[in-house]
């Protein structure tokens, strides 16, 4: 990457570009400058940055240790050292978000497919220094890295997989859901203790708009994630514990223990942190679905928890689903996405000129049944089959090739083809299955950074979870021919490599999540060919 980067020049512009936005000079700020800065304060949180466009960027920090708003001052560099700046200018750390700062910096000094430094200073301090990666034009061949993960419980464990994601080379880092949990799950759901504490709501369950901040300031206290948010740019959705465990739209969920405050204040309360800490602009919330074209690939973000109906066939919210017909799970009635969102998605996956429409997805598009026909969590698409037909039926309709989900949500590695019923009898790129249907997407589901999964209940170390997992893996196989790959034994991320004739994936893994120093390995590759949507399993170090 190093090379990279000393190859390319760096053209300063003559122009500004947005409030606040100036070219200052590379012997750094003036007093004058200075004086407009706020005399205390430090930033604790470090610094992130998201909505990567080929030419603006959005950059975020938070003031710490402040009562009052104050200014921050912000630099945006063509070098590490800050001697070719490009763009400065001053931000406001504003009270009434958390004191949180959230600057879009966009400009023709800004080129596409380049990377940039940037930091934040009060007149007597100096942030981290954060990197980031302008998207490439529309229509370059250059390979786009992405990197996904979810469901990161800090009381779980560790952050080994962050560690790992940060020394790596991606343009962007997604997480698709699950970025705080409001109460701990962990202390239930795993044979073992936790191994960290959350003391940011007195009864342990965040319901207040104060509570969820904490949350964040919990959550940002992990060095590795902090290295994350300020080498990559990372963009963000949420699931269902950034507010309350398996809600849907306006309906509580079933998991909340002491109700202080009323759903619809909670999940205000919710959004507004999640908006506050997140690297992205403020205006337009709650809304959060969009897309983001990087050049030889553009992503899709989704929003599959505001506008839901209601959970079919599970009135508690168990984490498994009592059995559930057809004729209830693909009722047209109910909807995962709302109108105008899976309206939106059909027409911007219509729209895109980019080779590979990369879907983030909160939950599982392909069925996870047992026995087959039967879904084990209808939380999934699987209670939603007719927006799942929906979708897939315009993608085949309308020639849209190249199509792949990557999802969160279920703390297991899986990887899969997608067909209009979310199922498959046969696999194979020569196959179509007389039923179901041919596939029409793929679907790469990522390990939680920490959070347990089922094996997770009654395995205490690694040797156990393999054990427990390689009977637990062969019975969803068998369930679900659609599935080239499942493992839950082990926790971790995912990396996307978009190139001209195909896309490669890689799962990172821990080896234990419960360890801070636990190493990481590949554990699964796999391949898609353009124009053909069928997951090629290229292997790894354990057998699928």
């Not at 309308?398 to 279920?410: M, S």
């Not at 990522?446 to 979870?465: F, K, L, Q, W």
Request: proline content about 5%.
């Amino acid at each position: 990457m190093s090379k990279r980067i000393d190859r390319r020049t760096f053209v300063r512009s003559a122009l500004t570009a947005g409030a606040g936005v100036l070219l200052a000079p590379s012997a750094g700020w003036s007093a004058a400058q200075k004086a407009r800065l706020a005399t205390e304060g430090a930033f604790a949180q470090g610094v992130a940055s998201g909505e990567p466009a080929t030419k603006a960027i959005t950059l975020w920090t938070r003031l710490d240790g402040v009562t009052a708003s104050a200014n921050v001052g912000y630099e945006v560099a063509a070098d590490a050292g800050f001697a070719k700046v490009v763009a400065s200018g001053t931000a406001a750390a504003d009270a009434a978000a958390d004191f949180t700062v959230h600057q879009r910096v966009s400009g023709a000094f800004l080129k596409p497919g380049e990377q940039y430094y940037y930091r934040f200073k009060t007149a007597l301090d100096s942030s981290p220094v954060g990197r980031f990666r302008t998207a490439r034009p529309a229509g370059s061949s250059e390979t786009v890295r992405i990197a996904f993960f979810s469901c990161q419980e800090f009381i779980a464990g560790f952050y080994a997989a962050h560690r790992d994601l940060a020394a790596q080379d991606v343009d962007l880092v997604v997480c698709l859901g699950d970025y705080i949990y409001e109460q701990a799950f962990a202390s239930t759901g795993s044979a073992n203790a936790p191994v960290r504490t959350d003391d940011s709501a007195a009864d342990g369950e965040a319901q207040t708009l104060a509570e969820y901040r904490r949350k964040y300031s919990l959550y940002h206290s992990d060095a590795n994630l902090r290295a994350v948010r300020r080498h990559f740019a990372l963009v963000g959705e949420w699931d269902d514990h950034e507010v309350e465990d398996n809600y849907a739209g306006d309906l509580p969920g079933g998991a909340a223990k002491n109700r202080r405050v009323p759903f619809a204040e909670r999940r205000a309360n919710g959004y507004r942190a999640w908006f506050e800490h997140m690297p992205r602009r403020l205006a337009g919330q709650p809304k959060i679905y969009g897309s983001l074209p990087l050049g030889g690939a553009e992503l899709f973000v989704l929003d599959s928890r505001q506008y839901r109906g209601d959970q079919p066939c599970n009135p508690t919210d168990a984490a498994l689903s009592a059995p559930c017909p057809p004729t209830t799970t693909d009722d047209p009635s109910r909807t995962l996405l709302g109108s105008e969102q899976k309206a939106w998605l059909k027409g911007a996956l219509s729209a895109s000129r980019a080779r590979w429409k990369v879907i983030a997805n909160q939950v599982m598009i392909c069925s996870l049944d047992a026995p087959p026909h039967n879904p084990l969590n209808t939380d999934s698409w699987d209670g939603y089959g007719a927006d799942r037909q929906e979708l897939v039926d315009h993608i085949a309709a309308d020639a849209i090739d190249d199509v792949t989900f990557v999802t969160g949500d279920i703390h297991t590695f899986f990887a899969g083809d997608v067909t209009r019923t979310g199922r498959q009898t046969v696999r194979g790129e020569d196959r179509v299955d007389p039923v179901n249907g041919p596939s029409r997407a793929t679907e790469f589901v990522g390990g939680a950074i920490t959070s347990p999964g089922i094996v997770d209940r009654a395995a205490s170390t690694e040797t156990e979870r393999v054990a427990a997992a390689a009977a637990a893996d062969a019975a969803v196989l068998a369930n679900n021919p659609h599935l080239a790959y499942a493992n839950q034994a082990y926790k971790g991320y995912c990396i996307l490599e978009a190139g001209a004739g195909q896309l490669d994936v890689r799962y990172q893994a821990v080896h234990e999540q419960r360890d801070p120093n636990s190493g990481t390995f590949t554990l699964r590759r796999f391949r898609v060919d353009s124009g053909q949507p069928v997951v090629i399993d290229q292997g790894g170090p354990l057998p699928a």
